[in-house]
């Protein structure tokens, strides 16, 4: 089955300054990797997703890039305010096949943007 | 207002004693699920469902049940909770095979 493995686990920037959130996956035949945030006490929330045959996207100050032949994807936040702080997860899926109900998470990683 | 209600929030209960969450969504989904939460493991699936009927084992599906008799509604059962199953539950929805999510609110469960 699909792994993914998430870096780094805690990430603490300074207000304005650029963070980067790291993910490897080990199925190839995945293709959608969504990014979720999860404020305190709250549900997760899709703040951006990337499917296999698009390398970047972005959206306002939050960008996903991806590199299929390494396997890997990532998540910039850029000029991060204090409200960026939360727990950020990314995940992994095949959108055919037998099993496309699986979504496979990333273990988190708890962003703290310091004023 | 589309959303994913479950419910309890909270439950407290005693070793081996059944208990269901419930979960249900008006967004009118095809694709249900359950996930666990635990600090430092991030979101384990445990249980999808396809439709009506359809169901399949997550990553994580030992100790767990469930159901999907009607579109809307996808209940979470323990017949035996035990310590180990105390967590952070959250059902999920979506319309098209597993994209783009919807998260319920969660539920504490704590298993003494």
């Known amino acids: 089955g699909e792994n993914v493995e998430q870096h780094p686990s805690t990430l603490s920037v300074q207000e304005g300054d650029s963070a980067v959130i790291k993910c490897t996956y080990s199925?190839?035949?995945?293709?959608?990797f969504p990014w979720y945030k999860q404020e305190l006490g709250k549900r997760p929330q899709l703040i951006i997703d990337?499917?296999?045959?698009?390398g970047e996207k972005k959206d306002q100050r939050i960008a996903v890039t991806l590199n299929k032949t390494a396997k890997h994807f990532s998540l910039h936040i850029t000029e991060t305010q204090p409200e960026d702080s939360a727990v950020y997860f990314c995940?992994?899926?095949?959108?055919?096949?037998?099993?496309?109900?699986?979504?496979?998470f990333g273990q988190g990683t708890i962003l703290t943007v310091h004023p | 207002e589309a959303q994913v209600t479950q419910n309890p929030r909270y439950l407290i209960t005693v070793t081996g004693k059944k208990l269901t969450v419930t979960c249900s969504q008006n967004?009118?989904?095809?694709?249900m699920s359950w996930y666990r939460q635990d600090p430092g493991l991030g979101l384990r699936q445990i249980y999808y469902?396809?439709?009506?009927?359809?169901?399949d084992k997550g990553d994580v599906p030992e100790g767990y049940k469930v159901s999907r008799k009607e579109k809307r509604n996808f209940p979470l059962i323990l017949e035996s909770p035990s310590p180990n199953q105390t967590s952070l539950y959250f059902c999920?929805?979506?319309?098209?095979?597993?994209?783009?999510?919807?998260f319920g609110s969660g539920t504490r469960l704590t298993v003494v």
């Open positions: 199925d190839s035949a995945s293709n959608y």
């Open positions: 967004m009118n989904h095809e694709y």
């Open positions: 995940a992994a899926k095949r959108t055919g096949g037998t099993s496309y109900g699986k979504l496979t």
């Open positions: 999920a929805s979506s319309l098209y095979r597993g994209v783009g999510y919807t």
């Open positions: 469902s396809m439709n009506v009927e359809v169901t």
């Open positions: 990337i499917r296999s045959n698009v």
